[in-house]
């Protein structure tokens, strides 16, 4: 296994960490789980976290006096700090817990609709043709409701994004330009900068949507310049060895503060009388209501755990591995590859076609061989059609993927050229 370059050092040691991948299934035959770009797996020590929280310091935050409140919002703010160091962000505060990533975009996009930002006709939100639908639908609803206008970057050949024209699509009346970081589908690494610097020379809001991205690249927010630096960073905690139900929102301050409440309630207010209301401050005017206490609680310990792994190294493993399966799907014949060739501008979610089988065929078959990938369209209807396809097969790796789980899947697409006689 190490005779692979880039491979996480004592990989077989981490994989131990990952309770699940020691199931079997489909008759007693191993997992190989490729479907970390949908969710990935949980290590035993986000597991654990999560239990002894539940057992020993379950209670509300921020409002009992008692020793398990306490504990319970020591926890859970020991959750956002957790966050802030895996972002590098430049204050803890600007750290917003939500449910999901997809719920970090409908905040922005929905507090966008009034207030002080608000956007109204002649203004111009511009995204692109690889989003994920979390990063379509939420601003075709806000221009939808304000008469603001949706714009959008077309895609190469190749599956990465058309720049040709951007001074041409991001101008004076641009208000928001919200991307993908990484495509969930084609696996395309966006070149945010140089975006973001575009998009604050017309002063622009920029809205990135991580979810792809936080499981495998290092980032560290307080460390890029400020022209080049997002507005907003979203990321879902299910995609980085955490929990499900826990997503983070990451605002700069000015941004944060300049846009009014998106849910009133409980710990979002400073003051209420039956004629009106003031708000709290950053984080809470943003978190009304009781939290996901348990589900921050376990993501913060996921990201301890990739931290303590070192992304770097997580992200030298993804770009192995994912360079590895490039060269292993390419033997298959009738099978086309949808994205970027190059491992080293990609991630590890890599879409194809296998001809003359439906993607849902191909998952299971695979599936019958204890192989787990998805099929569909990836919540990604815009970028299939861009390529003339309904749907595809996707495998995505991360860092308990192991060469032998990437010739097994290899194997298993042969297995389904022979079941359905592709060769004649």
Partial sequence: MSALPGLLPDLEIVRKDFPILERTVA?????????????????????????????????????????????????????????????????????????NASEAINLVANTLAWGDRALKPGD???????????NIVPWQILTQRTGATLKWFSLTDDGQLDLSNIDELITEDTTVVTLTWVSNMLGTVNPIARITRRAHEVGALVVVDAAQAAPVLPINLAAMAPEERPDFVAFTGHKTVGPTGIGVLWGARSALESLPPFLGGGEMIATVTMARSTYAGIPHKFEAGTPPIVEAVGLGAALTYLSHLGMENVHRHEQAITAYALE????????????????????????????????????????????????????????HARFGVQASTRMSSYLYTTPAEIDALVEGLEYTRSYFRLDG
Wanted: net charge negative.
């Fill in 328 to 383: 292993g799907l390419r033997t298959v014949r009738g099978l086309t590859i949808m994205g970027p060739a190059d491992a080293a501008v990609r991630g590890g979610a890599i879409s194809f076609e296998l001809a003359g089988v439906h993607p849902h065929d191909v998952a299971q078959l695979l599936d019958s061989r204890g192989i787990a990938i998805r099929a569909g369209h990836h919540c990604a209807k815009p970028a």
């Fill in 124 to 134: 111009v939100v511009v995204t692109t043709e690889m989003e994920h639908h979390s």
């Fill in 27 to 99: 008759d007693g035959q191993r997992l190989v789980y490729l479907d970390s770009a949908n969710t990935s797996q949980k290590p035993q020590i986000v597991i654990d976290t999560m239990v002894d929280h539940l057992e020993r310091h379950n209670a509300n935050v921020a409002r009992a006096m008692h020793t398990l409140g306490s504990e319970s919002t020591e926890a859970f703010e020991g959750a956002r700090d957790a966050v802030a160091s895996f972002l590098g962000a430049p204050e803890r505060d600007e750290i917003i817990f939500t449910k």
